[in-house]
Each structure stands twice: as C-alpha cells, then as structure tokens.
C-alpha cells in the first residue's frame, strides 16, 4: 500500500499540462547545472564523494559560512528527518498552517507536533504571542521562513525574539529557509551565517530555487559540532548522486539567475494577484514563489482545472485550513494567463 500523497506535483497519476501544484522556479534549471548533471553521467560508475566536498566548498564560498558546517542531503526533506532522529525531541513547536512534512518526521521519530494556529483576521502572518509558546517542555521549534503555504515572512525583530527565546529555554530551532533565496531581501534576512546562534539550524535546498526537484539536493547549516555529526551519522552513505552535487555547484556560479527570478517573481504574483481577485477569489499577501487562495463558492476547482491539464494544490488537509484554500505557484506570464483563462471557464460554470 502506497503512502497516501500530501504533496503536488503528482504528474505521475494525472495527465498535467501546466503545474500550479509545485512551488518550482518557473526559469527552470540553471543551463550550466542541466549540463552538469548530464555530464556527470559519464562517472556513474563511481561511488559520489559521501561528504561533497566540492559542493561544500562552493556553497561556503558563495554564501560566506564555513564548508565543515555544512551537511549534504538527499532534499532538505532527508535533513528534517535526519534532524529529528538525531534530536528525538519529545514535544515539538510549529505554526499551522505550514508545511506538513513537519509533522511527519516528527512522528516518525517518536515525538509530539504542537501547533500555534495562526490568525486568518492577520493574513496567517507569524505573531507576537507565538514567542510566548516557547516554553516548558518544548525541545524543538520549527519555523518555516517565508511559510508554506502562506508565503508570509515572519517580521525580522519578531524571528530576533524567537531566537532569543529558544536560547532561554534550551530550546534548538530549526529555520527553513528553503524559499527566502526568493525574496528581494533574503540575503538580509537569512540566518546561513558564521555566527548562526549555535542553537539553530538553518535548512536550504536547490529544489525550489533551482528547479531540481528530481536530482534531491539539499543542506543544513549549524556552528554546534556535536550535533552535526550526530545528524550525518543518521544520514545513508552515499545520499546525494554526482549528477546533484556537480548541478548544484554550477548552480552556485550562475550569474545573474537570482536577480532574473526574484523581478520575474515580483512581477508575476502581483499580476496573478490581481486576476485573482477580480474574480472574487481572496488573496493572502505572500512574499514567496506562490499565493494561498480562498474561494468562497461551492466549486470543485482542482477537479474541473485537471481536466484542462491545470493541477494546483488543495489546501484543504493543511492543519488550520480546510475546503475553498488552494496554493498557487507562480509560473511564467505565459503560464499564468493560461491558468487565468482557464480558471475563468471554470467559474463561468457554476
């Protein structure tokens, strides 16, 4: 029995056209990572370096912290598991909604999720009283930077607060920050640095911002040795393919792909935006790659958009949400008036 999908991008069982159910950059894949990947190939004969060393040392210097900080994983969703076998927290805090993966690598290693529910009346942006949840016996707070599937960015002085108040209570925080290279100011706002609190951990992947969904590459950053080997001895040997650490370093060297991505984003989620909402649809303010959507009609919108070969996300198993929320990735503007139109014909059905 196959586990039940939580997840978009299910192209396998549907027959998809355009993919809204992902929040993948629309660019695509970097040509010089495409080209890595293909090239590296040709030494598929050989085992890939068990600690990527490479592909450490040009994450370290592209992003300014230190390569022996710095874990390797198969997608940052292997890191979260590996995170929590290494911890076993027993009571875990998140927000909700938020991404679900959370709570199932949190079971998987015998703990407890907590959620704060975030305000609808407030955008479900993070909040003061969040802060106040870290206490007693939590062990782990997770906190996911922009939020998916909100896309709202916690403000800079709370996520200060946050991380002084896990500091107090022994408490590890773990900072996905897997969409902020989307974000103008992002590289203002991270916490990859050298001098990352040795009480959190930073979670990056390629997946997202370099469209590599399929070649799993991620990482974790820390300044608390003890417990980076603890997390790479939870690791497989071997966990990430050549072809995914030769396309990440070239990745890394891409000129100007960023910029290209954050202004395409920009403009793209403010067009989508406003379409949307001229069509009586509610828009949550997002400052990601995608936009959370309610729909205040009876439509089985998933379900009438596949048939046109249009999947995007149903929202409606997210802890905090329910029926009428959908997420949107914001693709190219070709793509998006195709999915514009499309959800127009829909809604002219009902």
């Known amino acids: 029995m196959h586990k039940k999908l939580i997840h978009g991008g299910d192209v396998y ?19 010089q990572s495409m080209q890595a990947a293909m090239d590296a190939i040709l030494q598929a004969n050989q085992y890939p370096d068990p600690i990527g060393e490479q592909l450490c040392e040009a ?7 230190k390569k022996e900080q710095i874990v390797l994983g198969n997608g940052a969703a292997e890191l979260l598991y590996a995170l929590c076998f290494a911890l ?6 998140t927000v909700a909604p938020t991404f679900q993966e959370y709570e199932a690598a949190v079971h998987a290693s015998g703990g407890e999720i907590l959620y704060y529910y975030l305000n609808e009346k407030n955008e479900y942006a993070i909040d003061d009283k969040f802060v106040e949840q870290i206490a007693g016996d939590i062990d782990l707070v997770i906190l996911c930077n922009p939020n998916n599937p909100t896309g709202s960015l916690a403000d800079a002085e709370l996520v200060r607060r946050i991380i002084v108040q896990c500091e107090k209570q022994h408490v590890k925080l773990c ?16 916490y990859l640095k050298t001098d990352c609190p040795r009480h959190v951990i930073v979670l990056r992947a390629f997946t997202k911002i370099y469209a590599m969904a ?7 950053y820390m300044t608390d040795d003890s417990l980076r080997d603890k997390i790479r001895s939870m690791l497989q040997p071997w966990n990430t393919s ?3 650490q030769r396309a990440g370093i070239f990745a890394l060297c891409e000129e100007g792909y960023l910029e290209k991505t954050i202004s395409l984003i920009e403009a793209e989620r403010d067009y989508l935006t406003r379409q949307l909402a001229s069509m009586g649809a509610y828009v949550y303010h997002s400052d990601a790659n995608y936009l959370l959507i309610r729909l205040d009609i009876e439509c089985n919108l998933v379900k009438e958009l596949l ?16 029926k009428g929320y959908y997420r949107i990735a914001i693709r190219s503007h070709s793509e998006n008036e195709i999915l514009i139109e499309n959800w127009k014909m829909v809604l002219a059905k009902e």
Not at 24 to 29: A, S
Not at 59 to 65: A, G, N, Q, R, T
Not at 175 to 190: H, I, K, Q
Not at 307 to 322: H, P, T, V, W, Y
């Open 13 to 31: 069982r549907n027959r998809v056209a355009y993919d809204f159910s992902v929040n993948i950059n629309p660019l695509g894949m970097p040509e």
């Open 59 to 65: 994450i370290s210097y592209h992003k300014h912290i």
């Open 88 to 93: 076993r927290p027993k009571k875990v805090l």
């Open 175 to 190: 900072m996905d920050e897997c969409f902020l290279e989307f974000v103008r100011e992002g590289s203002e706002r991270t």
């Open 214 to 220: 399929g070649l799993r590459l991620g990482y974790m």
């Open 242 to 244: 050549i072809p995914a």
């Open 307 to 322: 048939e046109k070969g249009i999947l995007i996300r149903d929202c409606s198993m997210f802890q905090g949400l329910g």
